[in-house]
């Protein structure tokens, strides 16, 4: 699977953004789905995940309320929707995909540069 992330930017704060990421090499009907972030300096964390059925999603404390992650089977696509973005959500952004059964990501797009201006 190669995943290919886009839509970042430079917004200014209380502004919104939609990141997509799009696979390529095998439908992504049966994976888990997430997005990531890494800030200057600091350590690649969690943003949200997304089950193959799209039926549950989690998120970390920091973005909860204000993104939304989801995913569009048909066109192999998953999207973060970021509301309300804050200085704090600068950061390069990746997607990443895994086997539903699994503990590790087994693939990442390239990432996709956030920077929110105050």
């Known amino acids: 699977v190669q995943l290919q992330a886009s839509g970042g930017g430079l917004v200014q704060a209380g502004g919104s953004l939609r990141l997509s990421c799009g696979a390529s090499g095998r439908t992504l009907s049966y994976y888990t789905l997430g997005w990531f972030r890494q800030a200057p300096g600091k350590e690649r964390e969690f943003v949200a995940r997304?089950?193959?059925?799209?039926?549950?999603?989690y998120y970390a404390d920091s973005v909860k309320g204000r993104f939304t992650i989801s995913r569009d089977v048909t066109k192999n696509t998953e999207y973060l929707q970021m509301n309300s973005l804050e200085p704090e959500d600068t950061a390069v952004y990746y997607c990443a995909a895994k086997y539903p059964s699994g503990t590790s990501w087994n693939y990442w797009g390239q990432g996709t540069q956030v920077t929110v201006s105050s």
């Open positions: 997304i089950i193959w059925s799209g039926g549950y999603t």
